[in-house]
């Protein structure tokens, strides 16, 4: 079992960190005359618009990013607008502007670089307003085009080895990643990245989900080569991440798998040339399950690691109470939330607004690889301007809900060199660093922990994005210098690794001349 030889793992994380010397030594460059197209566009096949007048769920974001929708109880069965709205609020595009060579299209979720590596499928039964098939989601104008007509729904369960969500499920979104759009600017780091952009966009899609009562789960366990197949993608090119089951129903006798020959449809190449990556398929092909039953073994559900017993002082997360929280709509915040590129120095946020971006973003994922209560990224923080908090470094006990103060001090200089020199991270009120115990997590899952690790990371910072702009505050992921950020959290952080990083803040407001 490749997924078992943890070496390839270890070696694609090594690989791939960033240090001070690893980015000036890059030989890498931007070739913009073959920047990518930012969509897959199939020229030929039949698309069925999808409809534009999204009602709102009126669901508050805070709720709609914590609060769960149990998988038992009734069917619940999203129709075609159900369905747009989701697929509009986790990829769709929210806003355009104009740069000297073309424009670029914002989506809903953040995104490294903005390019949007992540595509959406559908895999359906017979919906209202949707016969049954194999969709391909178009963001650009709003459409699926079909892929194969028919219910397919039989081979994407037994890919999940009859994961039960899947099988229950009226239809599925599947998440791909194209490494070129993104490993253009980014090269063999992207692999990392498909983790982060697909977690934001789950962030938003559980969320759409739970505000429209549809009970979702992040699946990982599937056999890869099936789900590539149905989708019929060019491995080389792009890769099947996740599944995602949208609501339920008590059906329980699927169809059997149908036939599903390769297609080989046309698409619109991405660039004029395509460099590979050979580092991004070692990881990807070392991470796949082969077997049903290297899928049905995988969501044996790990028990959570107990937490450390505390060593500093202790501040107690203090969030707004109910009356307190906004009640602006997910998809108004979705709407209003882009990344803040510059932050206010001076300005500060109050302890309530970081308890409750941390509350709220941390009750835990739905998720195939999780136990309740269970999770893989530990979070830890620098304030530098948070009130009644002393600026400094602190670990947070997610379950006594506490942060622990691990270094007093003023750490603006040192938390935007982390952030790979940049200026965010030094500007903003707090830096939240998800760091992991990668030794841990390869031994227990296997190379694909490697994914779930990241994707987790990703999906929990895309919450802390909504719970963040919620509260009409701003917020940035970022990237980062791998050791030196263990190097400054140790010793309570030695031997794990650093995964995702996110500044929070306030926006500097221009000033009107
Ligand atoms: C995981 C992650 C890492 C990011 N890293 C950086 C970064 O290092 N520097 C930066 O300026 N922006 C960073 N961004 C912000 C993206 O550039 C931004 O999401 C993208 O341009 C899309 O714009 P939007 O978030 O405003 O919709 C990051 C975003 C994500 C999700």
């Known amino acids: 079992m490749k997924n078992r030889e943890l070496q390839t793992a270890w070696k694609y994380h090594e690989g791939t960190k960033h240090s001070y010397r690893s980015v000036r030594s890059s030989t890498h460059f931007l070739d913009w005359a073959n920047r990518p197209q930012p969509f897959k566009i199939y020229p030929a096949i039949e698309t069925i618009a999808l409809p534009r007048d999204l009602l709102q769920t009126g669901v508050a974001a805070l709720a709609a990013i914590s609060e769960r929708v149990p998988l038992t109880g009734g069917d619940a069965v999203p129709d075609l607008r159900e369905l747009a709205r989701i697929l509009f609020f986790s990829a769709g595009i929210t806003r355009q502007r104009k740069y000297p060579g073309g424009e670029i299209y914002f989506r809903a979720a953040a995104c490294t670089g903005a390019l949007y590596e992540i595509e959406l499928y559908v895999v359906a ?92 789960e992040i699946t990982l366990g599937f056999v890869d080569a099936e789900v590539n197949r149905l989708l019929d993608l060019d491995t080389r090119r792009e890769v099947a991440l996740c599944l995602v089951p949208i609501g339920r129903t008590a059906e329980s006798l699927l169809p059997v798998p149908a036939e599903a020959p390769a297609l080989g449809l046309e698409t619109i190449p991405l660039s004029k040339r395509e460099m590979e990556f050979p580092a991004m398929l070692e990881i990807h092909d070392a991470s796949s399950l082969a077997s049903e039953e290297e899928a049905a073994q995988w969501r044996e559900r790990r028990p959570a690691v107990p937490p450390p017993a505390s060593a500093g002082e202790v501040v107690r997360l203090q969030p707004l109470s109910q009356e307190e929280q906004p009640a602006d709509t997910i998809e108004e915040v979705i709407l209003r939330r882009g990344s803040t590129r510059t932050f206010d120095p001076a300005a500060s946020i109050t302890l309530a607004q970081l308890s409750t971006i941390l509350d709220r973003a941390t009750r835990g994922l739905p998720a195939d690889f999780l136990a309740p209560g269970a999770h893989l990224n530990d979070i830890y923080l620098i304030a530098h301007a948070v009130e009644g908090v002393a600026p400094g470094a602190y670990y947070f006990q997610r379950e006594r809900k506490t942060l622990e103060l691990l270094k007093q001090g003023k750490f603006r200089a040192e938390a935007g060199r982390l952030g790979l020199e940049q200026q965010l991270p030094a500007d903003a009120c707090a830096d939240v660093f998800f760091l992991a115990d990668l030794k841990r997590i390869l031994e227990e899952y296997g190379n694909r922990g490697y994914r779930a690790v990241q994707l987790e990371a990703g999906a929990i910072g895309g919450r802390m994005y909504l719970a963040a702009y919620a509260q009409h505050l701003g917020a940035s992921g970022l990237t980062f210098f791998d050791d030196e950020v263990i190097e400054f959290f140790s010793p309570h952080a030695e031997g794990k690794s650093a995964i995702f990083l996110l500044a929070i803040g306030k926006a500097l407001k221009r000033k009107a001349l």
């Open 125 to 216: 039964g017979d919906l209202k307003g949707l016969d049954s098939g194999v969709y391909h989601f178009n963001p650009a104008n709003l459409s699926l085009g079909l892929l194969r007509k028919g219910d397919f729904r039989g081979n994407l369960a037994q890919a999940a080895a009859m994961e039960h969500a899947v099988a229950h499920a009226p239809a599925t979104i599947a998440c791909t990643g194209t490494y070129w759009r993104n490993a253009w600017k980014y090269a063999a780091r992207t692999y990392r990245h498909f983790g982060w952009d697909n977690g934001t966009v789950l962030a938003n899609m559980l969320a759409v989900a739970a505000a429209s009562g549809l009970a979702t």
